[in-house]
């Protein structure tokens, strides 16, 4: 799977939007982009995913550039209960072995404040 | 509520003592994987399942021992604890395609 890298960390004041990039410039056609977030040490919540078109769910919206070598996570109307570490993983959905492995980096702590 | 569930939540070992972290999932996921996070760091792959009766090892399964008897249940042995085993334990399943994975809440080990 392709590396990612991420800011370490990230501020956002409640009620604005936040805006998470992710650099995966080694992406392959097959590799799609997902998004989970760690709320302090809870296990990690799936938040969505994308091949090469945008993406919304009622979570937040996932944009990939056309190159497909980056992507953002927008959460539109941050909360304080939005604070957590964002992971950005790259991935196959090709099936096989592959499927049981989700490789994690160290994410970006995102902060939400009043 | 379908999903994933972990016991114990705590667990406090001595050296040298075995243990087995159950995991088991009521969704009839096919894949199942094992992860450790220590302070600060990201999640690391221990082991993983892509069905019942196939197991693999992941990024750091040295000590650790699995098996996938059923689609459900997926536990994790620690055959003799170690200091350097105190994290906290996530175990997750995964439906297959274009889904995400659902993790259980953890259970955090303390070997001394």
């Known amino acids: 799977d392709a590396k990612t890298t991420q800011p370490p960390s990230m501020d956002c004041a409640e009620g604005r939007a936040a805006n998470l990039p992710c650099n995966h410039s080694?992406?392959?056609?097959?590799?799609?982009v997902y998004w989970y977030r760690q709320i302090h040490s809870q296990g990690p919540q799936y938040i969505i995913h994308g091949l090469k078109n945008n993406e919304t769910n009622e979570m937040a919206s996932l944009i990939i550039t056309e190159d497909r070598k980056s992507s953002t996570l927008i959460l539109p109307h941050a909360t304080l209960r939005d604070t957590a570490v964002y992971y950005c993983i790259v991935r196959s959905n090709a099936g096989g072995t592959s499927y049981g492995k989700l490789t994690f980096g160290q994410g970006t702590i995102l902060t939400v404040h009043p | 509520n379908a999903g994933v569930t972990q016991t114990p939540k705590f667990q406090v070992l001595k050296t040298g003592q075995s243990m087995t972290l159950q995991c088991a999932q009521d969704m009839n996921h096919e894949y199942m994987s094992w992860y450790r996070q220590d302070p600060g760091m990201g999640l690391r792959l221990i082991h993983y399942?892509?069905?019942?009766?196939?197991?693999d090892q992941g990024e750091v399964p040295n000590g650790y021992n699995v098996s996938r008897s059923t689609t459900e249940d997926f536990p994790l042995r620690l055959l003799s604890a170690a200091p350097s085993q105190t994290s906290v334990y996530f175990c997750a399943s995964f439906r297959g395609g274009n889904y995400g994975y659902t993790f259980g809440s953890g259970t955090r080990l303390t070997v001394v």
């Open positions: 080694t992406i392959s056609g097959n590799e799609y």
């Open positions: 399942s892509v069905g019942a009766g196939i197991t």
